[in-house]
């Protein structure tokens, strides 16, 4: 059985983390198969949004295989953690919009790769954690640095420090998810809100993440300019002149990519 499940529908590519059995904690096997995805699609025209979610209606992802984890010598600990480092790496860099729908429990590793999504909506069951500190070690996979500039220092500190886990609706108030929704509807709610991703001109949204992601890493001032340097590529596109050609003819814009 594929350890992540792919399928590709109207411009969107879904990928589904499929260890229920192990709560779908990121294997060897699974984050080479999620890097493979990842490279493959990047650069495929037909995808437009990539959906991030996992098997069950228990868990997205526990993180990282500790029993798997616990047969490694320390240099294939580091191999293996920069595996994962690698994977919610590319996830945030992937050059088109990433939903993630979280159908569970997620919690180190598994909340770190959601981080990395540029959305974030999950079932009412869900909960979030960064447990690592009480297995004798950090976050490495991004969670010391994502989830203080999402939720704020003060609460992510509290969090790290104590292993606290928020509930969906806590989730939600901090400002960690876009949306909960009840548990059955998730994939469809996910799946709508992906293909409205999908509709709109699939350049701009990636020129678009490219400047949100960039800006606000530096200053207002540097930030309008990388916000400039993106719309200059947009200029001369043919999905530029068909929003515009779509607006004056009073008719939903075909766009393509180019």
């Known amino acids: 059985m594929a ?32 890097m493979n995805h990842l490279q493959e699609w990047k650069n495929e025209r037909d995808i437009r949004v990539l ?35 690698k994977v919610v790496q590319s996830v945030h860099e992937f050059p088109k919009p990433v939903i993630c729908a979280i159908n569970g429990a997620a919690i180190g590793g598994g909340l770190e ?57 806590e989730a939600l108030q901090e400002g960690l998810l876009l949306k909960v929704t009840y548990r059955k509807e998730l994939q469809d709610v996910g799946m709508d809100l992906a293909y409205d991703v999908s509709q709109r001109a699939p350049l701009a949204n990636s020129l678009a993440k490219q400047a949100i992601n960039q800006g606000i890493e530096t200053d207002l001032e540097h930030g309008m300019e990388i916000e400039a340097e993106a719309y200059e590529k947009i200029i001369p596109t043919k999905d530029r002149l068909e929003g515009l050609a779509a607006f004056k003819e009073k008719r939903s814009p075909k766009f393509t990519g180019e």
């Open 51 to 85: 959906l991030l979610t996992g098997a069950g209606e228990k868990v997205f992802s526990a993180g990282a295989d500790l029993k798997e984890r616990a047969n490694m010598n320390e240099d294939e600990v580091r191999e293996a953690v920069g595996l994962i480092r």
């Open 113 to 169: 790769l959601a981080l990395a999504c540029d959305l974030r909506i999950a079932s009412e069951n869900a909960s979030f954690a960064l447990s690592e500190t009480g297995l004798g070690i950090i976050p490495g996979a991004g969670g010391t640095q994502r989830l203080p500039r999402l939720i704020g220092v003060h609460k992510a500190k509290e969090m790290i420090y104590t292993g606290r886990r928020l509930t969906a609706t």
């Open 3 to 34: 350890v992540v499940l792919s399928h590709v529908e109207d411009h969107v590519g879904k990928l589904t983390l499929n260890r229920p059995e192990a709560a779908n904690a990121f294997s060897l096997e699974m984050l080479r198969e999620l």
